[in-house]
């Protein structure tokens, strides 16, 4: 899949245009005669403070379901997108860190796209927050179509956060990565104090 034509389109444009591609390629897609495969895509608010991305790390959603010959499933997995830099700086890496952390806290199956000349690459997040030394294009990649794959094949993808096919279901997405938002952004921590110890001060001798 390459992206040429997007060398002067911002992150979040290319993201959306390979979320509506996914979901245009894979549509009721029909594998061997045996099952049917479609696709959903949803992008999450990015702009302010209080947005889904900034609370979760999260750029893009993609849902997959599978039906027929008994082995149905709903599994979906999470996006960070990036540009491809030659030398990315320390700081961008730091927030891309911070970033893959959140969307791990949500599911293990969370990946960022690189976005370069080429096509797109695909890297764990688990593999962006381990490596830390190393920048996302240094890391080992994927294609698109790899990671399809390895998802339609049942090795990637978790089952705990796709959405069923059928009557509303982008609405039922929406309000799912509402509470997605919910359960990674508010961290609550409490912690013992510990306790203190009186310490005895020697007492000053009368003066007689």
Same mark, same amino acid.
């Given at each position: 899949?390459?992206?040429?034509?997007?060398?002067?389109?911002?992150?979040?444009?290319?993201?959306?245009?390979? @979320? $509506?591609?996914?979901?245009?390629? +894979?549509?009721?897609? !029909?594998?061997?005669?045996?099952?049917?495969? /479609?696709?959903?895509? =949803?992008?999450?608010?990015?702009?302010?403070?209080?947005?889904?991305?900034?609370?979760?790390?999260?750029?893009?959603?993609?849902?997959?379901?599978?039906?027929?010959? @008994? $082995?149905?499933?709903?599994?979906? +997995?999470?996006?960070? !997108?990036?540009?491809?830099?030659?030398?990315? /700086?320390?700081?961008? =890496?730091?927030?891309?860190?911070?970033?893959?952390?959140?969307?791990?806290?949500?599911?293990?199956?969370?990946?960022?796209?690189?976005?370069?000349?080429?096509?797109? @690459?695909?890297?764990?997040?688990?593999?962006?927050?381990?490596?830390?030394?190393?920048?996302?294009?240094?890391?080992?990649?994927?294609?698109?179509?790899?990671?399809?794959?390895?998802?339609?094949?049942?090795?990637?993808?978790?089952?705990?956060?796709?959405?069923?096919?059928?009557?509303?279901?982008?609405?039922?997405?929406?309000?799912?990565?509402?509470?997605?938002?919910?359960?990674?952004?508010?961290?609550?921590?409490?912690?013992?104090?510990?306790?203190?110890?009186?310490?005895?001060?020697?007492?000053?001798?009368?003066?007689?």
């Amino acid at each position: 899949m390459s992206i040429e034509h997007f060398a002067y389109t911002q992150e979040h444009q290319i993201t959306s245009r390979l @979320g $509506e591609a996914l979901q245009d390629r +894979f549509q009721r897609l !029909s594998i061997f005669d045996a099952w049917d495969v /479609s696709i959903i895509t =949803q992008e999450a608010p990015d702009k302010g403070p209080g947005t889904m991305e900034s609370a979760t790390g999260i750029d893009l959603y993609v849902g997959v379901s599978r039906d027929g010959s @008994g $082995e149905e499933f709903d599994k979906g +997995f999470f996006v960070q !997108s990036k540009k491809k830099e030659l030398a990315r /700086s320390a700081q961008k =890496q730091e927030d891309l860190v911070r970033q893959c952390v959140k969307m791990l806290k949500l599911s293990r199956h969370s990946y960022v796209w690189v976005y370069g000349p080429d096509g797109v @690459g695909v890297v764990r997040a688990r593999d962006v927050v381990d490596q830390i030394g190393r920048t996302v294009e240094q890391l080992p990649q994927r294609n698109i179509d790899e990671l399809m794959r390895e998802v339609l094949d049942c090795h990637e993808g978790d089952r705990r956060r796709g959405i069923s096919d059928g009557p509303d279901r982008r609405q039922r997405l929406v309000a799912q990565m509402r509470e997605w938002q919910t359960e990674v952004g508010i961290h609550v921590e409490i912690k013992r104090r510990p306790r203190r110890v009186a310490i005895a001060r020697p007492s000053k001798p009368r003066k007689l």
